[in-house]
């Protein structure tokens, strides 16, 4: 037993309100009755806010009262039951009560008027459930806010809840002619006060408020004896004065403890959970006897009511069913009002169904309601601004209303108005405001909603920008990398420290690269199956949101900011889906596309052409399963008879995709252990008959790298000291590599009979690959010269380079062509000694001699250069001179040597010292010709042109003067 | 069966705009009595006159303006103005000042602003304020002496003839007290002034009985919910803080009981600066809109050409009620401040 709890008197006094006459006697005299089983009962799939329920039962399927027959969707959802044995004759769209008249899928029972019940578990002591079983208990039960809004309770009921203080139960029933929460609790007060403990066992707050008006007085005193005889001791039973419309839930929860909700707030930010009292009694019913959710007390009230009262009806009653079951007097109902006379709204179709929240049906006579006159225009007399109880200025309100100033009326808070009539109700021009703040409040919504599609169309188009952005700014980085590392390996081959390689490790390399892109390829896959679902779960999401956000338009205009706040959160995360998947799978694509070019020429190719084709396929499959997701969801709302149908293809193509997805992944596992397998192939040493062609690529790659790593290491050097360690060891592993596979191919060469043929095919290729990047680069530039003069500095960069390369390209083929050895020494500079006694011709020995002369030239220039700036490669650059300069020695001696051994020698060399002068006017012409353009055209251009002129003239006066001398 | 979608609420109260104004006329009465008590019939005569003309001319407009006739003239607001006005006026004023102050007040003020609700001004006072500057002479010349032992009032038909034909009745007619005092101050102390038979022994001769009825009528007004405490009480405060600062010294300036009890303070306070359709809406923004009125009142009436500055002080305050809306909107719920001003 607990201590008595006095009625408490302490309130707060609500702002504003008006004082309707109460008509309450009419209906809370009789107890409550039980109402008619009909002859079937219309079950809505929405009876709540949150997302439909999901149907279990089929077409003529029995069921037993209490049996589930549609299960929650999702968190914000609700159980539906029978609320009688019968059959399941109908699953359809038939109106519903709602204020704009519409339909709505049903299921429609035919009782079979044996009201038998399904097997239930009542208990005894509800303190040996856990939390998590109450709320488990609560959601089965498919209760819902039975005051209004029908929000579904277990949401209320967190089951970690260490910041709720204060549990008020709103018994205050404050709108006119309403009895049913009355008469329940003046005969049900030991069952409300035993579900107040439940939900005290699941809250555990500090203190329970029970608020209820002073018009109730035994409501008040039946409740006081049960709140005695209750082991709580902290409920408190708090009458304050009637008055319209305290029974608001934030008015309520301002009246009893004086704190305000936030504005577009819940009342759990302030501590606090809000319970109607039907809930309450809903929550003990479905706890202690295993009661779902089935009935309900509704008051028929009205002069044209019949047998006016409560009725404990059965969920799902049409309405008409009920009237006539009370004998209304229909010929003088003026019309039916769902709700009460504040609040309700009008009935348009009587067949349909009373719901979970359904709590009054009054039925007045012609004069019973005073009738709408017409409105009279405002007068500003400030009547509204005394009742409102959100403390707004309603007729501000209506003014911007009328004139479509939304935003204005946003300014003015439109949206904290509760609806409540308070406003209509005292305003002496009887303007109906209610309708005018529906109106604007529906017309913010539709422009907020546009308004933040348009804002995500927004994000989602920057975003994408943003993302293009950077995929453009990175491949102009690796251009321009790419670009610079030509150039430096151009420098460094040039002095002379070109190392070997080592063509298992570069094969090796290739193949890692090919692995690490052929294991990836599966990874993305499967996260795109898994992304997609996550998209998927996140579309649906908003789309029932959205759809919740339509249905609490009407009946829980309080619940539309929440809601809209979780919508928008919703369609965030939806987006990100979507950009997660589709990156993921552009990721997927892309790499399939990379891996396959990589891997073909090592590994077997058709398992990578299968991945393709496979991703492609399952690509497709997607593609096709969300367009069939597509199809469902619009012939749900406009085609419900093809959903069926639809459904089955959906089931279909969702199985093909997940097949494909196997397949794909099985294929990937496959090549990817096909690739293990050729990489053990060249991992055998051994193996002799390693393609010459190959292990050329290879070794020119190694020796890139290795020429990358040293560049590398200079940079660091400079700027990055405490890198050098690593680079070094870097420069010299790359060094072993090269020189590995230099060794490997030098092997390879010489077991190979057509070695040398197949070394000079690689070159002739680059040679081509060169001359090719060198036209394409010139008709670039040419183009730019006519259209972009701001790019042809930088093209005209790249000329030089790409000629460079081309030249080199020739020299190698030249070199090949006439030698393998030759071939050797250009591509080993370092190793001069290597060059034996060859039949050289003089033809051969004079480009080569010119060459080396060349080179010795620029070696000197370069060491000459890093004396002033670049110490450290002083030593190396001098060691590339001397053996520049040794290079062209010997080779000016073997010339002398063939020259003097040649009869003919001086003839050809002077055709040659010709052709070189020859060539050399030709270039210095064209040359001057580009000056005297750039003159012209591009001013800037001219130092860079005139130090061209000058380097020609001097090469012209230089092969004129060997001329003379020959001569 | 087909039944009207009638939307929530569906019960409303019993009030109406006939109600609300019908309140206000009655409360009017009470001074009425009184003004003809102690300055004869003028006053009675000028209401019938006004009241008919409004009428006439709210039919006529909304004749032209094509609307329901007798919806615009069950709502009693045109005769409401038109009673304002009537009890405002001097009781001698010709007919014809009367005509023009109402067809103004009528047909510019409220119906080409486009009708109840609508006009940004109050219209009597808007009327008033004409007249004042188009007639000054008649306006100032034609309050009726009070009744005293010595004093006797016109009659019934003298005073119709005094309205219609303007005959000379220099013998009952003056200025108003505060007229009289404001003349008289800078040259005499308070008593030599209040020997003035038109001061009467207590306050001012019967002006100060006609502003307890305009204060009783008030009162019921506010009990009846027509009007709130606010704007009545902030005037009179306004007023009463500017004559305590500059009229605390009755032998240099206007005494402060005649500054409420004489003129139309009262009148001003409870019927015209609560006139809802021009006034300020919020509580807090009618305190505004009542403290600017009665320190205006208090600005004209001692340093503006004419003795009772009511009309201007009202008209200036209506300018500014929509700028007072805007920075007094009330908190609302859950609001931790309320919003204000033109932006969020
Ligand atoms: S109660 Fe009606 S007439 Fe009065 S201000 Fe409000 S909306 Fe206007
Ligand atoms: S309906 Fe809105 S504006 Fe009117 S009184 Fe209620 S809350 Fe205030």
């Given at each position: 037993m607990s201590e008595l709890n006095n009625t408490n008197q302490q309130f707060y006094a609500l702002p504003g309100g008006v004082h309707p006459p109460e008509n309450k006697a009419q209906s809370n005299q009789q107890p409550i009755q039980a109402g008619p089983i009909p002859d079937?009962?219309?079950?809505?799939?929405?009876?709540?806010?949150?997302?439909?329920?999901?149907?279990?039962?089929?077409?003529?399927?029995?069921?037993?009262?209490?049996?589930?027959?549609?299960?929650?969707?999702?968190?914000?959802?609700?159980?539906?039951?029978?609320?009688?044995?019968?059959?399941?004759?109908?699953?359809?769209?038939?109106?519903?009560?709602?204020?704009?008249?519409?339909?709505?899928?049903?299921?429609?029972?035919?009782?079979?008027?044996?009201?038998?019940?399904?097997?239930?578990?009542?208990?005894?002591?509800?303190?040996?459930?856990?939390?998590?079983?109450?709320?488990?208990?609560?959601?089965?039960?498919?209760?819902?806010?039975?005051?209004?809004?029908?929000?579904?309770t277990h949401v209320k009921y967190p089951t970690k809840t260490d910041n709720i203080d204060t549990l008020i139960i709103n018994a205050t029933e404050c709108e006119p002619y309403i009895t049913a929460d009355d008469r329940l609790m003046r005969e049900r007060a030991d069952g409300i006060i035993k579900g107040i403990e439940i939900c005290q066992q699941i809250l555990s707050p500090k203190q329970v408020f029970i608020g209820i008006e002073d018009n109730k007085p035994e409501a008040v005193k039946a409740l006081e004896a049960a709140v005695l005889k209750s082991e709580s001791n902290?409920?408190?039973?708090?009458?304050?004065?009637?008055?319209?419309?305290?029974?608001?839930?934030?008015?309520?929860?301002?009246?009893?403890?004086?704190?305000e909700v936030p504005k577009g707030g819940l009342p759990s930010q302030v501590g606090i959970v809000c319970q109607n009292i039907g809930t309450i009694y809903a929550i003990y019913d479905a706890v202690m006897n295993d009661n779902a959710l089935i009935s309900r007390v509704t008051t028929v009230t009205g002069d044209a009511g019949g047998e006016l009262g409560n009725y404990e009806i059965l969920i799902g009653t049409p309405i008409n069913a009920l009237l006539s079951h009370v004998k209304w007097n229909e010929k003088s109902a003026q019309r039916v009002i769902i709700g009460g006379p504040m609040m309700g709204f009008t009935a348009q179709n009587l067949s349909a169904p009373l719901v979970k929240n359904a709590n009054c049906l009054l039925v007045p006579k012609k004069k019973e309601l005073a009738k709408q006159n017409p409105a009279n225009p405002c007068i500003r007399c400030g009547q509204c601004e005394q009742v409102c109880p959100a403390g707004l200025l309603p007729q501000q309100l209506h003014w911007y209303a009328k004139n479509d100033d939304f935003e204005k009326a946003k300014l003015a808070n439109l949206a904290d108005c509760i609806e409540c009539g308070a406003c209509s109700f005292v305003c002496p021009s009887q303007i109906p405001l209610v309708q005018f703040y529906r109106y604007a409040k529906g017309k913010i919504r539709e422009e907020d909603r546009a308004h933040a599609e348009a804002e995500r169309a927004k994000a989602r188009f920057e975003a994408r920008q943003a993302r293009l952005d950077i995929v453009a700014a990175e491949k102009a980085e690796k251009r321009k990398i790419r670009a610079e590392k030509a150039a430096r390996s151009a420098k460094a081959k040039k002095t002379g420290t070109v190392p070997d390689a080592d063509l298992i490790a570069k094969a090796r390399a290739k193949i890692e690269a090919g692995k690490a892109a052929n294991s990836s390829i599966v990874a993305p896959i499967i996260d795109l199956v898994s992304?997609?679902?996550?998209?998927?779960?996140?579309?649906?999401?908003?789309?029932?949101?959205?759809?919740?956000?339509?249905?609490?338009?009407?009946?829980?205009?309080?619940?539309?900011?929440?809601?809209?706040?979780?919508?928008?959160?919703?369609?965030?995360?939806?987006?990100?889906?979507?950009?997660?998947?589709?990156?993921?799978?552009?990721?997927?694509?892309?790499?399939?596309?990379?891996?396959?070019?990589?891997?073909?020429?090592?590994?077997?190719?058709d398992n990578f052409e299968c991945i393709e084709s496979l991703t492609a396929k399952a690509n497709k499959a997607q593609d096709k399963l969300e367009k069939a997701k597509q199809r469902l969801a619009d012939a749900k709302e406009n085609t419900p008879e093809k959903v069926e149908m639809l459904t089955t293809s959906l089931e279909k193509f969702s199985q093909k995709a997940i097949d494909t997805q196997a397949q794909l992944k099985a294929f990937t596992s496959k090549a990817n252990s096909n690739t293990k397998a050729s990489e053990q192939v060249v991992n055998q040493k051994e193996v002799e008959q390693v393609d010459v062609e190959q292990l050329q690529n290879a070794y020119d790659l190694a020796k890139q790298k290795h020429e990358k790593a040293l560049v590398r290491l200079d940079n660091a050097k400079q700027d990055k000291p405490h890198l050098v360690d690593g680079l070094e060891k870097n420069v010299s592993a790359f060094l072993k590599k090269s020189e590995e596979l230099k060794k490997h191919l030098d092997q390879a060469v010489a077991n190979d009979p057509q070695a040398l043929e197949k070394q000079k095919n690689v070159a002739k290729q680059k040679l081509e690959k060169a001359t090719k990047k060198l036209e394409n680069i010139l008709q670039k530039l040419e183009d730019a010269k006519a259209n972009k003069p701001d790019l042809v500095p930088a093209f005209e960069k790249t000329v030089i380079l790409m000629q460079t390369q081309f030249e080199k390209a020739k020299a190698a083929v030249t070199a090949l062509e006439n030698s393998p050895i030759t071939v050797q020494s250009e591509l080993n500079l370092s190793q001069p000694e290597m060059i034996v006694e060859v039949l050289e011709t003089v033809e051969e020995l004079q480009p080569q001699y010119d060459q080396a002369l060349q080179k010795y030239e620029k070696a000197l220039v370069r060491l000459d250069n890093a004396k002033q700036d670049k110490p450290h490669l002083v030593d190396g650059l001098e060691k590339n001179v001397s053996a520049f300069l040794k290079k062209s020695e010997d080779l000016k001696i073997k010339l002398d040597q063939a020259l003097s051994n040649d009869p003919q020698a001086k003839q050809k060399q002077r055709v040659i010292l010709e052709a070189n002068a020859q060539k050399a006017q030709k270039k210095l012409d064209v040359m001057l010709s580009k000056l005297e353009d750039a003159k012209a055209n591009n001013p800037d251009l001219i130092p860079a042109f005139e130090k061209s002129v000058k380097t020609l003239q001097t090469k012209l006066d230089k092969a004129n003067a060997q001329l003379k001398e020959e001569a | 069966m087909a039944f009207v979608n009638i939307t929530s609420p569906h019960v409303v109260g019993h009030n109406s705009v006939t109600l609300m104004m019908g309140k206000v006329c009655l409360a009017l009465v009470p001074a009425l009595v009184a003004l003809t008590y102690f300055f004869g019939w003028g006053y009675v005569i000028n209401a019938v006159l006004a009241v008919s003309a409004a009428v006439f001319f709210e039919v006529i407009i909304t004749?032209?303006?094509?609307?329901?006739?007798?919806?615009?003239?069950?709502?009693?607001?045109?005769?409401?103005?038109?009673?304002?006005?009537?009890?405002?006026?001097?009781?001698?004023l010709p007919w014809w000042a009367t005509i023009i102050g109402i067809f103004f007040a009528i047909v510019f003020i409220k119906h080409l602003f486009g009708g109840l609700g609508h006009n940004p001004f109050n219209p009597a006072m808007a009327a008033y304020a004409l007249l004042l500057i188009s007639f000054p002479l008649q306006m100032t010349t034609t309050w009726s002496i009070a009744l005293t032992e010595t004093q006797s009032l016109l009659s019934f038909g003298d005073t119709l003839t005094a309205i219609f034909k303007s005959s000379n009745i220099d013998s009952y007619t003056g200025a108003t007290v505060l007229d009289v005092y404001k003349h008289n101050v800078a040259a005499l102390t308070q008593n030599e002034i209040t020997q003035n038979p038109i001061f009467g022994s207590f306050v001012a001769n019967g002006w100060e009985w006609v502003s307890l009825m305009y204060l009783l009528g008030g009162v019921f007004l506010i009990w009846q919910k027509v009007i709130t405490w606010h704007t009545p009480v902030s005037v009179l405060g306004g007023l009463l803080i500017m004559s305590v600062l500059f009229s605390y010294d009755a032998d240099t300036s206007t005494s402060i009981s005649l500054h409420f009890l004489a003129g139309s303070t009262m009148l001003g306070a409870f019927f015209i600066a609560t006139d809802p359709v021009s006034s300020a809406t919020s509580n807090l923004g009618k305190l505004y809109y009542g403290v600017g009125i009665g320190v205006l009142i208090y600005v004209f009436r001692t340093w503006g050409p004419n003795p009772d500055g009511f009309a201007f002080a009202v008209l200036l305050m209506n300018f500014c009620a929509p700028f007072i809306d805007h920075y007094t909107r009330p908190r609302t719920y859950g609001q931790d401040k309320a919003t204000r001003g033109y932006k969020a």
């Open positions: 079937e009962l219309v079950l809505p799939l929405s009876q709540h806010i949150g997302a439909p329920s999901k149907v279990i039962v089929e077409i003529g399927q029995k069921v037993l009262k209490g049996e589930l027959i549609a299960r929650n969707d999702g968190f914000i959802s609700a159980n539906i039951h029978a609320p009688t044995s019968g059959t399941i004759s109908a699953i359809e769209q038939r109106p519903i009560v709602h204020p704009s008249s519409m339909d709505a899928m049903c299921i429609i029972i035919e009782p079979d008027h044996y009201d038998t019940w399904t097997n239930r578990s009542p208990i005894l002591d509800f303190k040996t459930l856990t939390n998590a079983q109450l709320v488990e208990k609560i959601q089965q039960a498919g209760i819902i806010g039975m005051g209004g809004a029908g929000f579904p902290n409920i408190s039973v708090r009458v304050f004065p009637t008055k319209y419309p305290s029974g608001g839930e934030k008015q309520l929860v301002y009246i009893l403890t004086g704190k992304l997609e679902q996550t998209l998927e779960k996140a579309k649906t999401k908003v789309i029932t949101t959205k759809k919740r956000i339509e249905d609490s338009k009407v009946s829980a205009p309080e619940m539309i900011d929440a809601l809209e706040i979780a919508l928008g959160k919703f369609v965030d995360n939806a987006n990100k889906a979507q950009i997660t998947f589709d990156e993921a799978k552009k990721a997927g694509t892309n790499t399939a596309q990379i891996v396959d070019p990589k891997t073909t020429a090592i590994t077997n190719a | 004749l032209l303006r094509k609307r329901p006739i007798l919806f615009a003239i069950k709502d009693l607001s045109a005769v409401t103005t038109a009673l304002l006005l009537a009890l405002a006026v001097p009781p001698f």
